[in-house]
C-alpha cells in the first residue's frame, strides 16, 4: 500500500501494488483491500514479488555492469577509428 504520488510510481502500479490518494479515507480503503485474502490480492503480491526481485541487487550489478561494458567497448572502438 502506497500513495498514488511520487518516486514509488516508478515501480509500483495498480498490478502490483494497492495505491490511493494521499488522503487518510482511501489510505484506509487501500489498507482493508490489501489484507483481504482472495486470488486478487494473490495475483498483486505475487506481481509485486517478481518486480521486487528486478531490484535485486545482482540483477542491479548486472545492469550497471552492462553499461560500463558499453562504454568500455564504445571508448575501445573510437580509439580504434582514431589511429
Same mark, same amino acid.
Given at each position: 500500500? *502506497?500513495?498514488?504520488? @511520487?518516486? &514509488?510510481?516508478?515501480?509500483?502500479?495498480?498490478?502490483?501494488?494497492?495505491? +490511493? %490518494?494521499?488522503?487518510? =479515507?482511501?489510505?484506509?480503503?487501500?489498507?482493508?483491500? *490489501?489484507?483481504?485474502? @482472495?486470488? &486478487?490480492?494473490?495475483?498483486?503480491?505475487?506481481?509485486?514479488?517478481?518486480? +521486487? %526481485?528486478?531490484?535485486? =541487487?545482482?540483477?542491479?550489478?548486472?545492469?550497471?555492469?552492462?553499461?560500463?561494458?558499453?562504454?568500455?567497448?564504445?571508448?575501445?572502438?573510437?580509439?580504434?577509428?582514431?589511429?
Amino acid at each position: 500500500m *502506497a500513495p498514488r504520488a @511520487g518516486g &514509488v510510481l516508478t515501480y509500483a502500479d495498480d498490478g502490483n501494488a494497492w495505491l +490511493a %490518494e494521499p488522503v487518510p =479515507w482511501a489510505m484506509a480503503a487501500a489498507l482493508s483491500a *490489501a489484507v483481504t485474502r @482472495g486470488v &486478487v490480492r494473490d495475483r498483486r503480491v505475487a506481481r509485486a514479488r517478481r518486480q +521486487a %526481485e528486478t531490484f535485486d =541487487w545482482r540483477q542491479v550489478c548486472r545492469g550497471i555492469f552492462r553499461v560500463y561494458d558499453t562504454i568500455h567497448d564504445d571508448r575501445l572502438k573510437f580509439a580504434v577509428e582514431s589511429v
